[in-house]
């Protein structure tokens, strides 16, 4: 982990998850805390070699990468979490992540690991979408769900702190399909990146970037191309096809690898939710049909 500078007041430490920093006037802002204790141990020991303050933490959204580690500086420095009024639900609550992973059912143990299910925090204030202020810090948030229900991206001169609004261009390759929650909103979230005038951003897995039209982009491609090959396919079944054997054609097709019973159950999630927006598009119809659930093409 490193603490890499993109103007006077904004940096951000490097990682598997970027965290974000800013200072100003004497006071430091982190946006997100990393996965555990350990990694936030890291982000306090770098600051106090670098005698930086940490005076407010914002929690973009209710992954355990995001948030796992907002216990420890809890409890540690006593500094007041913000994070968006739904993902907070689930950071007071973690276990929720694993609920709904499991459809619902009270997950098996398997699934109670720190990768889906964070320590749970108190959040001291809801951080709303617009232009705020928080001490030294004049920033603007922007709405930007579909990766999660209510996730928040941050403003800060001109720089984008994106949280997992978009991945870098390699992340993206990497994952195939990338985790959402909901199609549309995710494509949504990130036509409304494009509309941004800014002089960089910085997402939640990538690299920083000033020109980052390109990565969008790629963002945006990558999930219309999911849903037109589950589409294709939904379609191409003359009688239809269950909900079980098009994900296995998904997991085919993308070459999806899933060892643990958690990436499986994270990738039927993103699967589901490009379900969903073909369903509300329109364009294809959910029954029930031989005790699975059942997709077919709408006629046009
Ligand atoms: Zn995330």
């Given at each position: 982990m490193e603490l890499i500078g993109i103007s006077d007041c904004c940096h951000y430490f490097s990682g598997a998850v970027n965290i974000g920093y800013v200072n100003k006037e004497g006071q430091g802002l982190l946006i997100d805390s990393g996965i555990d204790k350990g990694t936030a141990k890291k982000v306090l020991k770098i600051l106090k070699e670098h005698q930086l303050p940490i005076d407010h933490v914002i929690l973009t959204h209710a992954h355990t990468d995001h948030y796992g580690g907002a216990s420890y500086l809890q409890k540690e420095l006593s500094v007041k979490l913000h994070a968006p009024q739904l993902e907070a639900a689930i950071m007071e609550h973690p276990i929720l992540e694993p609920i709904y992973l499991w459809n619902?059912?009270?997950?098996?143990?398997?699934?109670?690991n720190k990768f889906l299910e964070g320590e749970p925090v108190i959040i001291d204030e809801f951080l709303v979408e617009g232009q705020q202020e928080l001490g030294s810090f004049h920033f603007e948030a922007v709405h930007l769900p579909g990766h999660s229900y209510s996730q928040m991206g941050i403003i800060i001169d001109g720089i984008?702190?994106?949280?997992?609004?978009y991945f870098g261009t390699k992340v993206l390759e990497k994952h195939k399909v990338p985790f959402i929650v909901d199609a549309g909103a995710t494509i949504s979230s990130l036509e409304k990146l494009k509309s941004l005038t800014l002089q960089g951003a910085l997402p939640g897995h990538g690299d920083y970037e000033t020109a980052f039209d390109g990565t969008i982009q790629a963002n945006i491609d990558c999930h219309n191309n999911i849903k037109l090959f589950l589409l294709n396919h939904i379609k191409s079944s003359t009688d239809g096809i269950s909900m079980e054997a098009l994900m296995k054609r998904m997991f085919d097709h993308f070459g999806l690898k899933a060892r643990e019973i958690g990436q499986w159950l994270l990738y039927r999630t993103s699967f589901t939710a490009y379900i969903s927006s073909l369903i509300e598009d329109g364009t294809v119809a959910i029954s029930v049909n031989e005790y699975t659930l059942w997709l077919k093409g709408e006629p046009l």
């Amino acid at each position: 982990m490193e603490l890499i500078g993109i103007s006077d007041c904004c940096h951000y430490f490097s990682g598997a998850v970027n965290i974000g920093y800013v200072n100003k006037e004497g006071q430091g802002l982190l946006i997100d805390s990393g996965i555990d204790k350990g990694t936030a141990k890291k982000v306090l020991k770098i600051l106090k070699e670098h005698q930086l303050p940490i005076d407010h933490v914002i929690l973009t959204h209710a992954h355990t990468d995001h948030y796992g580690g907002a216990s420890y500086l809890q409890k540690e420095l006593s500094v007041k979490l913000h994070a968006p009024q739904l993902e907070a639900a689930i950071m007071e609550h973690p276990i929720l992540e694993p609920i709904y992973l499991w459809n619902g059912a009270v997950p098996i143990k398997k699934l109670r690991n720190k990768f889906l299910e964070g320590e749970p925090v108190i959040i001291d204030e809801f951080l709303v979408e617009g232009q705020q202020e928080l001490g030294s810090f004049h920033f603007e948030a922007v709405h930007l769900p579909g990766h999660s229900y209510s996730q928040m991206g941050i403003i800060i001169d001109g720089i984008l702190y994106g949280a997992d609004s978009y991945f870098g261009t390699k992340v993206l390759e990497k994952h195939k399909v990338p985790f959402i929650v909901d199609a549309g909103a995710t494509i949504s979230s990130l036509e409304k990146l494009k509309s941004l005038t800014l002089q960089g951003a910085l997402p939640g897995h990538g690299d920083y970037e000033t020109a980052f039209d390109g990565t969008i982009q790629a963002n945006i491609d990558c999930h219309n191309n999911i849903k037109l090959f589950l589409l294709n396919h939904i379609k191409s079944s003359t009688d239809g096809i269950s909900m079980e054997a098009l994900m296995k054609r998904m997991f085919d097709h993308f070459g999806l690898k899933a060892r643990e019973i958690g990436q499986w159950l994270l990738y039927r999630t993103s699967f589901t939710a490009y379900i969903s927006s073909l369903i509300e598009d329109g364009t294809v119809a959910i029954s029930v049909n031989e005790y699975t659930l059942w997709l077919k093409g709408e006629p046009l």
